[in-house]
């Protein structure tokens, strides 16, 4: 059997000056957020591409989608793989705490995947932009912003994607083998290195060797061109600051184009003044 592009629209007016149309291509649904100046056919426009979080639905951030869509910037998001309309197994989205023996696995495998839909978004994009009858198709800039899991989506796209122009990862981590470690402590009250026949059982080696091969702190080299930005919290223990500290250390000074900001006293959310220093870096690149 032929795989079949279906395409559907839906239209909701979230104020007077934006715009939200679902598209539904290829089984996966868009929404993309516009203002009514953004249709002017001799504009460039940049594209801002919203990752949310575990355990969150993508109507969460319908409203901070709105703020980000400008008269030249068009904003999509759409549901993390196994959440929303896309939840095959809610099993998969639980923790080891929460008693999913697969978490590591499952966790990463589902963050990878939305990255590799980014990718995909990027290839119908002509398509996206026809359907939302934009006059012009010139795009300035191309860019992932992510809160949680989907700031470890942000990052892995930005370390696999080329394409991208830009990333802001909130609250992510870089480093997927470090949040691990911190994990299993903080469940097992165990330390790792201590405990490697149980803490191995719950990374295999078969994960491990993707990890190699795709996570972002062992691909540096193709990040150290592009602007990137890391907001995350001083009190964060869900993801720690202190579990990117080797990636942070080394693309700092591989890329000046790099940024960091952390909240001293924020946990694991997006804070206003997140926010701001995310609103600044945007303004400097688009």
Sequence with gaps: MFNTLVISLSIDHISEMATRKSLILGGLELHCFTTPDTNTPESKKSVIIFAHGRLQKVEKYFDLCQELATANTIV?????????????RDESNLSWK???????????TIQYGTARDISYILDILPIILGKLDQQS??????????FSLGGHTT??????ERRLDFGVSI??????????????????????????????????????????????????K??????????????????????????????????PLFKVHVDPEAGHKLTDWMKERMQDFLQTIL
């Design 76 to 88: 999509i998001t759409f549901s993390q793989r196994n959440h929303g309309e896309r939840a095959l």
């Design 98 to 108: 929460e008693g999913n023996d697969d978490h590591a696995i499952d966790m990463w």
């Design 137 to 146: 198709t010139n795009i300035h800039k191309v860019g992932v912003i992510g």
């Design 155 to 160: 990052l892995l796209a930005m370390a696999n």
């Design 171 to 220: 609250v992510g981590c870089a480093d997927y083998l470090s949040l691990m470690k911190h994990r299993y402590r903080q469940v097992f009250n165990k330390d790792p290195a201590e405990d490697g026949t149980s803490f191995k059982s719950l990374l295999p080696n078969s994960l491990l060797q993707v990890l190699q091969l795709y996570d972002p702190v062992h691909r540096m």
């Design 222 to 255: 193709d990040m150290c061109d592009r602007p990137l930005l890391m907001l995350n919290g001083g009190k964060d223990q869900l993801v720690p600051f202190d579990c990117s500290k080797a990636f942070v250390d080394e693309l700092t000074r591989m890329n």
